[in-house]
């Protein structure tokens, strides 16, 4: 049957999800949206036939045409629709961040271990982009050999108004902390954050860029440029230094043109535009699984080892050096 699913928060991501299960996913319906604005809620069920606006979570689980969450509020609310959902046994995705902290990300991990049984995947949608994809696959056939370094380079073209020095890290390096477990299989056990002096562009008193190195238990070193209002447009790079080699992507150069003395392309704008791929392949990939009774992208676990390095990570910001990330020991649940 179609997945009723409630799409909770429709800022610009969670309008973006509710276009995409609308327009592009097949399997799966839009039959809630849920906003704190009510006019904004009624604004984007109006797009979709057969769609309910709601304002507080609760009553769209409670929904009999809900059969699926998909969290897009902003991180600190994370953590409470969560575990409604949990109390209907109710399959979701939740975008990253899981919760802003460690603790409350624990208290997530510890609920659905008492479900019994995994019910929550964490947006982490790079592992659904063509390009890390390639890279993944390239490092598990071996042939680069042992991966020593990974440089990250993450880079928009504007922060939005409400962005502060730590969501560089809990907001955007949370990205590169998930990118870096999941292409090395390791696990990241200490950050150091290195401040420059900021650009003029960036609004007063924003820590912007930042240069940050993660340590793994894997013995390697992975560090990520994360600088939020470069000016010029969305770029996201990473390349894995290896023993044999070395592998590259987000350059970007899907068409390269030449004009009057000039060669070059264009560049993505926003995340938006750069991964709509990639975010179209994990909702599809999450509605099947979903269908077929399964949980299959990142877990619990991952959104709670992102959130116990980055803490560490603004801690490091805040007090300088380096800090090292204690995780508890990973639940048999997460393999
Ligand atoms: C945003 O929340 C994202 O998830 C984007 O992927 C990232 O590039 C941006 O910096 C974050 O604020």
Not at 33 to 61: F, H, N, W
Not at 150 to 162: E, G, T
Request: glycine share 10%; proline share 5%; charged share 20%.
């Amino acid at each position: 049957a179609t997945l009723g699913v409630a799409v909770i928060g429709t800022g610009k991501m969670g309008a973006d999800h509710v276009r995409r299960i609308h327009e592009v996913v097949s399997g799966a319906r839009v039959s809630a949206v849920v906003d704190l604005d009510a006019e904004r809620a009624k604004q984007i069920a109006a797009r979709v036939e057969g769609c309910t606006a709601y304002t507080d979570p609760a009553s769209a689980m409670a929904a009999a045409d809900v059969d699926a969450v998909l969290i897009a509020s902003p991180g600190p609310a994370h953590e409470a629709a969560l575990l409604l959902a949990f109390e209907h046994d109710l399959p979701v995705l939740c975008e990253k961040p899981l919760t802003p902290d460690a603790a409350s990300a624990l208290r997530v991990v510890e609920a659905e271990q008492k479900l019994g049984h995994r019910r929550a995947q964490v947006g982490f949608m790079r592992r659904y982009d063509a390009e890390y994809m390639k890279l993944k696959s390239l490092l598990g056939t071996g042939q680069l050999g042992r991966p020593l370094m990974l440089h990250n380079r993450h880079r928009n073209a504007a922060s939005p108004p409400f962005f502060t020095s730590s969501m560089l890290i809990s907001d955007s390096v949370a990205h590169e902390t998930d990118v870096t477990r999941w292409l090395l299989g390791h696990e990241i056990t200490a950050v150091t954050v290195l401040r420059p002096t900021p650009t003029a562009n960036a609004p007063d008193d924003l820590q912007d860029p930042q240069f940050v190195v993660f340590e793994t238990d894997g013995g390697a070193l992975s560090d990520v440029e994360i600088f939020v209002n470069c000016g010029f447009g969305y770029q996201v790079q990473a390349e894995a230094v290896c023993e044999r080699g070395t592998a590259r992507i987000g350059d970007g150069h899907a068409m390269v043109t030449n004009m009057a003395g000039r060669w070059g392309g264009t560049i993505a704008q926003d995340f938006v535009e750069r991964f709509a791929d990639a975010y179209d392949r994990e909702v599809q990939a999450w509605v099947d699984a979903t269908r077929r009774g399964e949980v299959t992208g990142p877990s619990v676990w991952d959104g709670y080892a992102a959130a116990a390095v980055c803490e560490a990570g603004v801690r490091s910001l805040n007090e300088g050096g380096r800090v090292p990330v204690e995780l508890v020991e990973r639940p048999g649940l997460y393999g």
